[in-house]
């Protein structure tokens, strides 16, 4: 079974600093995608970025940026530039290729965003 | 605002009963997935529906079930409940079945069982 490891449950980052934030998983399939959501304190799920593993460029949206290492099972998120409305839980998943699979979520890191 | 809704936002009730929660996918959208957001568990996948059927089933308890109606609105039953089900539920969609697929999560539905 795939599971998804984030050691971090909090951390905080300064307003307009960089902050990297921790997410491995486990898996014996070659082919998956890789997920960051972010749940602010509204509770709703918003997707911030993807990968998939056979891309080896690793994904960028705006101030979010990933880096993706397959061999090491390592999926960790970078957020430049922090603002306070990037302040959420943030949850690293997984998913895998075939069709009808679920998203398998890690255990979140809190993110505080200090101004 | 996803295009996902559920209803009802919060819902109170006492072990023992039975709920419904309901979910309305984003237009066009004929995949709908639900999770369950609790202390203890975290975040977990329980059901899939694609376009009627279902598609995928992950850890849901014998006493929830699930449908999704010819018009795609999903509906998650819950019976027999206990304390321990007090838990966000989440549904989201998707266009189509496939892993690439974005899922847009609705705003859930916060389940509180006394």
């Known amino acids: 079974a795939q599971t998804v490891t984030q050691s971090q449950p909090e951390m905080s980052v300064q307003e307009a600093e960089t902050v990297t934030l921790s997410c491995t998983y486990d898996t014996s399939e070659s082919d998956y995608y890789l997920f960051w959501y972010k749940q602010p304190p509204s509770r709703q799920m918003i997707l911030v970025i993807r990968?998939?593993?056979?891309?080896?460029q690793n994904a960028t949206e705006n101030r979010f940026s990933v880096n993706f290492q397959k061999a090491a099972k390592s999926f960790s998120l970078k957020i430049s530039d922090s603002q306070l409305g990037d302040a959420a839980m943030y949850f690293c998943a997984y998913r895998r290729k075939t069709s009808g699979s679920r998203l398998t979520f890690g255990e979140g890191t809190q993110l505080t965003v200090n101004p | 605002d996803s295009g996902v809704t559920q209803t009802p936002k919060h819902l109170i009730t006492a072990t023992g009963q039975r709920v419904t929660l309901r979910c309305s996918p984003r237009s066009g959208d004929l995949s709908v997935y639900w999770y369950q957001q609790s202390l203890d568990q975290g975040l977990q996948f329980l059901i899939q529906?694609?376009?009627?059927?279902?598609?995928a089933k992950g850890n849901i308890l014998e006493r929830f079930s699930a449908q999704q109606f010819p018009d795609l609105h999903s509906e998650l039953n819950l019976s027999s409940l206990e304390l321990g089900d007090s838990a966000l539920y989440f549904c989201?969609?998707?266009?189509?079945?496939?892993?690439?697929?974005?899922?847009?999560f609705g705003p859930g539905t916060r389940l509180l069982v006394l």
């Open positions: 529906y694609y376009n009627g059927e279902e598609r």
């Open positions: 989201a969609s998707s266009e189509g079945a496939g892993a690439l697929e974005t899922q847009y």
């Open positions: 990968q998939e593993a056979y891309k080896q």
